[in-house]
């Protein structure tokens, strides 16, 4: 999706150029305001997750206080699904970025091997964990929010998995474990219908 692609893509090159050390004060994330826009109309969105290491928190992020976004892989891969919790007084925030490899749009899925990206956005650290061995979606179930027939096709992403491989900077020198994880998220489509099973052709 070319909007979540450009969010992560910009953060990315831009903490790339300049990943820092030391790691954000519980307290302090504890302070953060709600961003303003939320993560789905229907109200059921959320994220949680453990994070142990370098940066040590346990998220609960309910859907007021989260944006979110997804769709497809720019390479077309599989299915790609980005959070970002409350933003700070000083514009701190956590974003989360998860690539499912073998996903598909609007099927669910098991032992997904998944890619994760762990932003701390306002102190240019990035955190990944640079291949999809680490981590894996156990479960994934898409559930149809736009109406049948629509161009750009709307579902709920729900999903849970953990990680048994830590995120590390580009450096290498700070790492995190993310154990384990669970969300309820968006992903829109375009204008490609989803692939169809192959049906058995009629005996003559």
């Known amino acids: 999706m070319p909007r979540l692609c450009l969010i992560v893509c910009t953060l990315s090159l831009a903490l790339l150029a300049a990943l820092a050390s030391g790691s954000p004060a519980p307290a302090q994330l504890a302070a953060a305001q709600p961003a303003a826009h939320g993560c789905l109309a229907s109200g059921n969105g959320y994220l949680r ?24 892989r720019a390479d077309g891969s599989g299915l790609r699904v980005s959070f970002a919790g409350p933003r700070h007084a000083d514009g701190r925030r956590l974003r989360l970025v998860f690539g499912m490899g073998t996903a598909r749009e609007g099927r669910a899925g098991r032992e997904l091997p ?14 990944t964990t640079r291949g999809e061995d680490n981590c894996t979606v156990d479960e994934l179930r898409q559930e149809r929010v736009s109406a049948p027939g629509a161009v750009r096709r709307s579902w709920r992403v729900v999903a849970r998995g953990f990680c048994i491989g830590p995120a590390s900077t580009l450096s290498s020198d700070a790492r995190i474990l993310v154990s384990r994880f669970d969300f309820a998220g968006t992903a829109v489509f375009g204008d490609e219908p989803p692939e169809q099973p192959l049906l058995a052709a009629p005996r003559p």
Request: aromatic content about 6%; some cysteine; proline content about 3%.
């Open 114 to 127: 998944t890619n994760l990206t762990v932003i701390l956005e306002g102190e240019q650290r990035l955190f």
């Open 49 to 72: 997750a453990r994070i142990r290491g370098a940066v040590n928190l346990d998220v609960d992020w309910h859907n007021g206080e989260i944006e979110c976004a997804g769709g497809p």
